[in-house]
């Protein structure tokens, strides 16, 4: 496999050295949990530890990543902590739920996300995507500098909202980004009192103030969900046929409830669009620092544009970007950890012999950070190297090497979606424009819910041609 003969190693934490105290456990975990991971986390298949007094097998075993979360997958639950910091915004929603609340939710959302289905966007996506280009298109020659983070969150919030709710997403915010984030800040992170495993009725300093903004986003459901109830009681027949309608449907003693309803489209609305904009800022940011990988990208799209391929072939026909964007994700996987616990005593032995004992209660963690990051899977793990996915070298990646999506029966069920997603919207981007580091464009990954750019990204955005691609 060819690579660049320098390839861009962009900022993340270096692996520690010396193993923390437990106030420093406390302090990090607060502060940013990618800080946490010393030295064997990056270079041992598999690390039993202690987190206060609870057992913790790290994995970075392909072999043993896939028992755990497909091959005996019905012997591990959702860890306890990851339920205290998921659960209170979530609810019922489809990434917290379990048992049957949760094989009622995916079932019943299968048929939206199929690839034939999420094909179907492909349009909307585009549109989408065009319109939200307008934004930089005051840009003169010399650019103009935007909070790349903030940027991609308000278009993919746009993607989700056309595609999903047929733009009908009842929110009066004027920036529903700096809601998100704030919502995330608040109540997506490790509190002191789940790592002491504090029953939940134990109040969490840190998400004072959370949940205002967690009323204000349940408003916003609610609002949404009536607002739909109503245009279907009053014309059916006009009623868009989509993600939205389809749960509403499901209000039935034999489906889901009305508040089961609710967490899912909390869930869409405040997390099923924020992975994929921390992916594409993400990309944006690796590309600006790469330019043999943004000359190929280029090439590609001003390629395939000018064949007037249907956007549903993007996927396929921009091996370059699609490259760049999963290799952006593995350097910064949207959602950095898989956390499990074992309901009964296991045990798995690899193809060496090694046995692994897993007790009935020990806590397992698949951590996409340190996997995708580890020295025993990866050339070059920390560099940013997009050739790893091109088509004839993507046989070398293990499945269960690489896991921006999860694996196992609660994979990503948005997977395609956002893949056509994300080749779409920086197709349509990069087309018309450059995003450009600056002096003041010094990100810092940062563990919340999903890896964010502490700060944000401020990069500049110039015009590449000044010309438009799709329908006006």
């Known amino acids: 496999m060819e690579m660049c003969p320098e390839p861009f190693v962009p900022p993340a934490p270096e692996p520690r050295t010396v193993p923390p105290s437990r106030l420093e456990i406390i302090r990090t975990v607060l502060r940013n949990p990618l800080e946490l991971w010393g030295q064997p986390s990056y270079t041992l298949p598999w690390i039993e530890t202690k987190f206060f007094r609870e057992r913790t097998l790290i994995v ?18 959702m860890s306890e902590i990851r339920q205290l910091i998921l659960r209170p915004i979530l609810r019922d929603g489809l990434l917290t739920a379990e048992g049957d609340v949760w094989k009622r939710s995916r079932k019943a959302m299968a048929p939206v996300f199929t690839p034939k289905h999420a094909r179907g966007f492909a349009g909307q996506m585009l549109r989408k995507s065009e319109e939200y280009a307008e934004k930089y298109s005051g840009a003169g020659s010399e650019g103009q500098v935007f909070d790349i983070s903030n940027d991609m969150t308000e278009l993919t919030f746009a993607i989700l909202s056309e ?12 920036n529903f980004s700096d809601d998100v984030d704030r919502l995330l800040h608040r109540m997506g992170r490790v509190d002191p009192m789940d790592l002491l495993r504090a029953p939940r009725w134990v109040p969490r300093l840190t998400r ?7 009323d204000k986003f349940r408003g916003v459901v609610a609002d949404t969900m009536a607002l739909r109830r109503k245009r279907m009681r009053e014309n059916r027949a006009d009623t868009p046929e989509d993600f939205l309608t389809l749960l509403l449907d499901l209000a039935r003693p034999d489906g889901l409830t009305m508040d089961e309803i609710e967490d899912n489209i909390l869930t869409f609305i405040g997390a099923g669009h924020e992975t994929t904009a921390r992916a594409l800022a993400w990309t944006l940011y690796c590309v600006a620092h790469s330019s043999h990988v943004r000359q190929n990208m280029e090439a590609e799209i001003d390629r395939v544009l000018a064949s007037g391929a249907d956007p549903v072939e993007w996927l396929d026909l ?16 949207p959602a950095p950890s898989i956390n499990r616990a074992a309901i009964a005593d296991d045990r798995w032995t690899s193809p060496a012999g090694e046995t692994v004992r897993i007790a009935a209660g020990v806590t397992v963690l698949v951590m996409p950070w340190t996997l995708h990051r580890h020295e025993l899977h990866w050339e070059k793990p920390r560099a940013f190297m997009p050739e790893r996915f091109l088509p004839e070298n993507r046989a070398r990646i293990g499945r269960f090497q690489y896991l921006p999506f999860g694996a196992g029966p609660r994979i990503c069920i948005g997977a395609t979606f956002a893949m056509q997603e994300a080749v779409i919207a920086l197709a349509v981007l990069m087309k018309r424009y450059r995003f450009d ?22 990069m500049r955005v110039s015009p590449r041609h000044g010309t438009s691609i799709g329908p006006n």
């Open 318 to 333: 921009m091996p370059w970007v699609r490259a760049a964007f999963e290799e952006a994700m593995r350097l910064y996987p």
């Open 437 to 458: 580091a600056t002096p003041d464009t010094k990100v810092w990954p940062v563990q919340k819910l999903t890896t964010q750019p502490r700060g944000g990204m401020p």
């Open 208 to 214: 004072i103030g959370g949940q205002r903004v967690l």
């Open 163 to 174: 595609t999903l709710f047929s733009g009908e997403i009842v929110t009066k915010s004027e």
């Open 60 to 77: 970075n075993d392909p072999g043993l990543i896939r028992h755990v979360l497909v091959d005996n997958a019905a012997n591990y639950e």
